[in-house]
């Protein structure tokens, strides 16, 4: 035992002070540098489900970019398995050019990329043939899919968020904080702005309305996440979804001539139901949703969702800024005092500007402000909007992101 321990030790010191270093100041910046003078970089997106595919407006600025050739590779979703079908039929319907990667061989083998992008950093949830550890000679960048809420250790020091060569990261605030917990301390961190911020920052009339006719109802999302707190550890047990799920189906009847609910669950809060209540009284539960005439589900995309909505109520952490843009009121739901304690400033102050679902008269109490035309923190979240969630440079993120990968513009002087 003592033997072991003593290997780790040797191991990880190996690994934190010879190699990383290393790799992240010698090996990428060599790979990168010739990367940048190839008169065409071939950019790799793999994608797996399709309401975490947030890099669409990356993709689509990358395809009229002269210097940057876009590819789209679709993998098994290890998450949800079969979800990556959505993915294909979406991409389909686009007219989108894609790449089905197999899982028994790497991306190297297969697409011969030059740079590698994936929106999340669990190995657990990428195929063996497609992580880092196996297209190691090629440069990854990290583009997270939601908004950075949560600082805990354990999150930000995964292997894919120390080797990747670029992370980018929506605000400065956010940057610094995170950087302090990095063990590579942020130093492949970039500022530049998410392809989310470009997509929410679009008005409302670039958006189709999902909903269909509600008539003069108010129509508000009831948005759970999945983190059942018997489920998960400390620090991500955001869901209560148990404390009200049940209950916000009983509101979405009792005000069912003056409000239309979408049910929009975090698409991994099905498996964890049926993990927790067993598959017939889960399908009971979403079959609900899908089946009365005042409310339906939505498990796809969200976007158009929030635009044409008047209020959301939910307990998910991307979603407490996200839905900022939104300009409506929003309720988050709580199950302890200690939801705060690690969310980043900026999401914190987000936070506050929710209001507070402790018990049901509190959500009952939200629903007839909504009804009503009560709105108290208007002002507020436009003035948080235009301090924390505009990209820097008076450019769009997407543009941020591709003068970083060139190394052009405000990034010139970026390290590779």
């Known amino acids: ?66 210097r940057i050739e876009p590819i789209l590779g679709i993998a098994d ?30 991306l190297i083998e297969q697409v011969h990329p030059d740079i590698v992008a994936f929106q999340k950093p669990y190995k657990q949830l990428i195929a063996p043939a497609h992580y880092i550890d196996s297209n190691i000679s090629v440069p990854h960048v990290l583009i997270p899919y939601g908004m950075n809420s949560v600082l805990e250790r354990w999150i930000l020091n995964r292997r894919l968020h ?43 009339s670039s958006f189709p309305d999902p909903w269909g006719d509600t008539g003069s109802r108010k129509r508000i999302i009831y948005a ?12 991500v047990a955001f869901s209560t979804f148990l404390d009200n799920g049940e209950f916000m189906a009983e509101m979405a009847s009792k005000y069912a001539d003056k409000v239309y609910f979408v049910f929009k669950p975090h698409p991994l809060l099905y498996k964890k139901m049926v993990e927790y209540w067993g598959k017939e009284k889960t399908d009971a539960y979403y079959n609900l949703w899908r089946n009365k005439p005042y409310c339906h589900i939505e498990e796809g995309e969200y ?69 009503d035309g009560v709105d108290r923190k208007k002002k507020e979240r436009e003035a948080f909007v235009s301090r924390n969630l505009t990209p820097p440079h008076g450019k769009s993120a997407c543009e941020n992101i591709i003068n970083a990968i060139l190394g052009q513009n405000e990034y010139k002087h970026h390290k590779p």
């Open 1 to 66: 035992m003592a033997s072991k321990s003593l290997k780790n030790r040797v191991w990880a010191f190996y690994w934190f002070r010879i190699y990383l270093p290393a790799f992240q100041k010698l090996y990428l910046p060599f790979h990168v540098r010739k990367i940048r003078k190839k008169e065409k970089i071939r950019f790799l997106f793999v994608l797996q489900l399709l309401s975490q595919w947030k890099t669409e407006p990356l993709f689509l600025a990358m395809l009229k970019h002269p």
């Open 77 to 106: 979703c290890i998450e949800i398995p079969g979800a990556e079908k959505e993915v294909e039929e979406y991409c389909h319907k686009k007219g989108y050019d894609y790449i089905y990667l197999d899982t028994e061989k790497t």
């Open 162 to 204: 120390l080797m990747c060569w670029q992370q980018y990261i929506e605000n400065k605030s956010i940057c610094e904080q995170k950087a302090r917990l990095h063990l590579w301390h942020g130093k492949n961190y970039v500022v530049t702005g998410l392809p989310i911020m470009d997509t929410l920052r679009q008005p409302k």
């Open 224 to 235: 759970p996440h999945h983190t059942i707190p018997s489920i998960h550890g400390k620090g």
């Open 303 to 371: 976007l158009s969702l929030f635009k044409h909505s008047d209020a959301m109520i939910h307990d998910c952490g991307s979603f407490t800024v996200e839905y900022m843009y939104a300009g409506k009121p929003v309720m988050y739901l709580l199950h302890d005092e200690h939801h705060d304690d690690n969310l980043s400033h900026y999401v914190k102050e987000a936070f506050d500007l929710h209001e507070k679902g402790w018990t049901h008269d509190d959500i009952e109490g939200f629903i007839q402000n909504v009804i």
